[in-house]
């Protein structure tokens, strides 16, 4: 075998190749005193738009839970970090790109205000408390239950959904108003 002499050639050949791939020093007569262009910003408006999908996803309801809505189960714990996540890259973005991007950054957290609307609206049509309180209150409008429990419950669910629709029509309109087209451009799913 001449295991030795294989080594060899093929070891003068990855090394010859490292050599001219730049990995073990320079050629003679390039330069290598060119700035490195700062991506931070860039980087943080790349992980932005990642983690607002991520946040968009996890609204995703199965299609089989729309049928029978007592098997929806919503945490909006996750969306909400996913769009935490988010907004602490777009600050992070809004400081290091320049001007001339400062229109994707507003574009992005209009795309978060929405998500965190649909998240608030969500929340508040899964709630699974909410059908026991319809029962309550319809316990108690036909005399088997207490009348001012019910009567705080529908105060309640009341305030929560009217706080629901502000922010899906706030959602919608945000919505209408965004540049879809950029935005898919920025998305790169």
Do not use: W
């Not at 049928?67 to 996540?85: H, M, S, V, Y």
């Not at 998500?115 to 319809?138: K, N, R, S, W, Y």
């Not at 001012?148 to 706080?163: H, I, N, Q, Y």
């Amino acid at each position: 075998m001449n295991r030795r002499q294989y080594l060899t050639r093929a070891g003068t050949g990855v090394g010859t190749l490292t050599l001219l791939a730049g990995c073990l020093g320079d050629l003679t007569g390039s330069e290598t005193d060119g700035e490195v262009a700062d991506r931070t910003g860039e980087r943080a408006l790349d992980r932005a738009t990642g983690k607002l999908n991520e946040a968009a996803l996890a609204l995703q309801v199965n299609d089989d839970a729309i049928d029978d809505p007592e098997e929806i189960e919503f945490d909006p714990a996750k969306p909400n970090g996913l769009i935490d996540d988010a907004r602490e890259y777009l600050e992070t973005a809004a400081a290091e790109l320049a001007d001339d991007r400062q229109a994707d950054v507003d574009g992005l957290e209009t795309y978060a205000d929405i998500l965190e609307g649909l998240v608030i609206v969500t929340d508040a049509i899964t709630d699974e408390t909410l059908e026991d309180d319809i029962d309550d209150v319809a316990a108690a409008i036909g005399g088997d239950g207490d009348l001012d429990s019910a009567a705080g419950a529908v105060d309640e669910r009341t305030a929560t959904l009217a706080t629901a629709q502000t922010r899906h029509d706030e959602a919608a309109a945000d919505f209408e108003a965004f540049e879809k087209a950029r935005f898919e451009e920025l998305a790169r799913i």
